[in-house]
């Protein structure tokens, strides 16, 4: 049985945050965490990244338990380790350290190879005004593809 592609975005992140570079990590899971993700059942809704002892974090990330998972089963928002090399840490590492700058997980998703990846990127947070340009600029392509359609 072959399942469907596993894509999970975190569409508040290109609305919330100017998206600046991104990375692509592995991430450190248990056997019950992957396979609830090759399910699908995992929210990117509210996590950031975060160094600790020169390693990146991600916190708040929510898989959810297997279903089948008996006394093995996993906490659903423990914090996940990212596996990226020395140069680019140091170089988000740098990039934190400037005011306004943040890590953000943008997409989760399940390579040809059955491991779990991440895609995270240094942002910037927007202001309202940035927002509301967002949102008009949005409104605006729909328009035109009604149009285009027509």
């Not at 399910?39 to 929510?62: I, P, Q, R």
């Not at 006394?71 to 988000?92: C, G, I, P, Q, V």
């Not at 934190?96 to 895609?119: C, D, H, Q, S, W």
Request: aromatic share 10%.
């Amino acid at each position: 049985m072959k399942l469907a592609p596993v894509n999970i975005k975190n569409k508040r992140a290109t609305f919330d945050y100017e998206l600046i570079d991104t990375y692509t990590a592995g991430i450190v899971l248990t056997g019950t965490e992957i396979k609830s993700i090759r399910l699908g059942k995992a929210s990117l809704v509210d996590t950031f990244c975060y160094f600790a002892k020169g390693e990146l974090w991600v916190k708040n990330m929510h898989i959810a338990e297997y279903f089948y998972g008996s006394y093995n089963n996993h906490t659903a928002r423990r914090d996940r380790k990212l596996l990226l090399e020395k140069k680019e840490l140091k170089k988000l590492e740098r990039g934190t350290k400037e005011t306004g700058f943040t890590i953000v997980p943008v997409r989760m998703f399940v390579n040809e190879k059955g491991l779990a990846k991440v895609v995270i990127a240094l942002a910037k947070g927007k202001k309202q005004y940035d927002k509301r340009e967002s949102l008009k600029e949005k409104d605006d392509r729909r328009d035109m593809d009604r149009m285009f359609k027509r």
